[in-house]
């Protein structure tokens, strides 16, 4: 995993296999109290994106451009 930040903008790039689901992780973040711990002081220095629903800061992004050796 690896996290960016550029001003006020954060990215995040995770490198999962086959098996990742972001469903089993929300899950498992929930049930993390260092997680949630985390997640909560995050939202002091994040902003939502106007296209996110309420409550909602992680978004998928779609990849534009890639270089592959």
């Known amino acids: 995993?690896?996290?960016?930040?550029?001003g006020t903008r954060m990215f995040m790039i995770m490198e999962?296999?086959?098996s990742f689901s972001f469903?089993?992780?929300a899950r498992a973040?929930?049930?993390n109290p260092k997680v949630r711990e985390w997640e909560e002081l995050m939202w002091k220095f994040q902003k939502p994106l106007a296209q996110a629903k309420p409550g909602e800061k992680w978004l998928l992004m779609e990849r534009i451009f890639t270089l592959e050796k």
């Open 16 to 18: 999962v296999d086959d």
């Open 23 to 25: 469903e089993a992780k």
């Open 1 to 6: 995993m690896e996290i960016y930040l550029l």
């Open 29 to 31: 973040d929930r049930g």
